[in-house]
């Protein structure tokens, strides 16, 4: 099958969306399938040479759902994308975020090929998506298939468009967090270690509550550590950590690889992910839970998805320090519940392995295909019919 995976933002940055499609494009090529990446591309050093790669330029950073999209405006895009539908025959055209402007609409639009949408995102409304939905529904209904990465997901794209949809959710490199890693030795020296991981800076993400349940989390251990991997600026905080006088108790470690997030995670005790919305999918959480790192998250709809509280992890109430403290002073106190979760997080992480996930797209991709020649025989049949009976009033 000759599959293409497109993406509307930026692939030399980090990110969710570009995540999935690596990985599922490397499943699909271990099966035997042909796969090219179409997506907007800042850093052309990385892929010019790579045939199954095709990048646009006019990279134009944009805000949404708390986070920055960095996103293709280039003024040769849709030319380029129309001789690209063209010319590559696809067998399937399967579009990631598909109605973010402005690359996937315009695959969408020169696509003749079977068309499958996932969408990713998540929130409690889109004014967006409210206005614009008149428009975004004629190129909804351009596609053969209507994926979802989390029921969450499903409900917010449902409030605005009609279709039948699969959820399939983003997968996890499994083999990336399962394997033995060692420990970090300066983080092996006695203290307690609690672990945050992403893009602190971002307000969804919750960090300034992980700093304030910090200062009550020392009340009970007084040595505590709050480990942060991930982009950000720590000087934003400088303020409020002078304040609660936290710097013996926190760490910025910065970004790291993914054999570096593993022994983070072999060093700390637990995860603390207390985001407080526009999560679609728990997928920090599921890395922890294949690692055996209990975690404790905010109860956002994406992150209940995927942990039942006190069973794969302890939830806690969204923007409250106090809630979190509690729930990191109770993970820490408790050896027998910090085995329990992760021995059931470990065990739901597995179902959400790239290779399982891989499958249930491919599956997905074959029922659409089936059901679309299915409808077109059937209207050819209807059509065939009308064309009889005008003959027979004729007659």
Known sequence: MRIALASPYDFASHGGVNQHIQHVKLEFERLGHEVVVIAPLSNTATYVQS?????????VPISANGSVARLSFSFNLRR????????EHFD?????????PALPLAVLNYSRSVNIGTFHAYAESSMAYFYARPVLQRFVDRLDGLIAVSEPAHEYAQQYFNGQWKIIPNGVDISSFTGPAAPLDHLMDGRPN??????????????????????????SYK???LVVVGQGDPERYSSQID???LWQNIVFVGPVSNEDRARYMASCTALVAPNTHGESQGIVLLEAMAAGLPVIAGDIPGYAAIVTNNREGL?????????LAIAAVRMLADGDLRARLAAAGSLKAEA???PKVAVRILDYYEEVCERKVWDESRGERRQRLKRVFRRMRRA
Not at 51 to 59: A, L, M, S, V, W
Not at 194 to 219: I, P, S, T
Request: hydrophobic letters at 40%; proline letters at 4%.
């Open 223 to 225: 040595d505590v550590r």
């Open 315 to 323: 939830l806690v109430e969204p923007e409250s320090e106090h809630s």
């Open 80 to 87: 380029r994308l129309k001789v690209l539908m063209e010319t």
């Open 92 to 100: 399937v055209v399967h579009l990631h975020e598909p109605l973010t």
């Open 352 to 354: 959400y392995s790239w």
């Open 243 to 245: 304040k609660h006088g």
């Open 51 to 59: 045939p199954d790669f095709h990048g646009f330029g006019g990279i």
């Open 194 to 219: 609690l672990l945050f991981l992403g893009r602190f800076e971002e307000e969804r993400k919750g960090f300034k509550y992980a700093l304030r349940a910090l200062q009550w989390v020392r009340q």
